[in-house]
């Protein structure tokens, strides 16, 4: 069984397939995740641009792959249900250490550690993916089918949620039922933070208390009960 990493794009389905969008966005993941690592050493609002960065990129992937890709996968392969939730463990492992970097600042002692234990999940996440899951995605599903599951992947991706929450079930009902407040919630502090980054003026004010009161919201509604509904205990928190 070959991994999808070294794969020609016609072998892939092309563009459209959930094949080829996985790929692209790991590669992707690789270059931001470098440029973090680049911009630690001079530390700022470089670093911190560059680890929202990920963050949106991961959550948004992760969101959809839960709500679109596992689901499908659960259905067609006949370990479909082991091999994903390792995955979402590992998920759950990078909701919670990225909610830890959110806190820490690069010029912490244990900053780098903690963004190289981050990096280190998400490689291990890229190579389950691209070396296990999609190859057998691949045996037994046909291109239409492929690219109908990227559609739906890419669609949802553009409405997920696009920073951690770790309290919220990986699985349906859950997952689906948090999508639409957390979205707003999370997707409104992006705007305030490009503000942020936009006028450097540090979310100070205003802007501050907006973002804290959004930040509060987005965790009152992560912690209401049905959202916890459906998930896995290796995934509970």
Do not use: K, Y
């Not at 699985?171 to 490009?194: C, F, I, K, N």
């Not at 205003?206 to 930040?215: F, G, I, K, W």
């Amino acid at each position: 069984m070959a991994t999808i990493a070294d794969q020609s794009l016609e072998h892939l389905g092309g563009r459209t397939s959930i094949l080829a969008r996985q790929r692209a966005d790991h590669a992707r993941l690789d270059r931001l995740m470098a440029r973090a690592r680049t911009t630690v050493q001079e530390g700022g609002t470089a670093h911190q641009v560059a680890l929202r960065a990920v963050a949106r990129l991961v959550f948004t992937h992760a969101f959809a792959e839960e709500s679109v890709l596992f689901p499908a996968a659960r259905r067609v392969l006949p370990e479909g249900d082991p091999l994903t939730l390792r995955i979402e463990t590992d998920h759950q492992e990078v909701d919670e250490l990225v909610a830890q970097l959110d806190r820490s600042s690069w010029s912490d002692p244990g900053h780098r550690e903690l963004m190289e234990r981050t990096f280190a999940v998400l490689d291990h996440d890229v190579r389950t993916e691209e070396d296990e899951l999609l190859p057998r995605m691949q045996q037994l599903l046909g291109t239409r089918r492929l690219r109908l599951i990227g559609w739906q992947w890419e669609l949802v991706r553009r409405i997920a949620p696009t920073r951690p929450h770790p309290v919220v079930s990986r699985r349906p009902p859950g997952q689906v039922l948090s999508a639409l407040p957390l979205t707003v919630l999370d997707r409104a502090r992006d705007l305030l933070q490009r503000f942020d980054e936009a006028t450097r003026c540090r979310l100070t004010g205003p802007v501050s208390t907006a973002d804290r009161l959004l930040a509060g919201a987005a965790g009152a509604v992560e912690r209401t009960p049905v959202l916890r509904r459906g998930e896995r205990p290796e995934t509970s928190r």
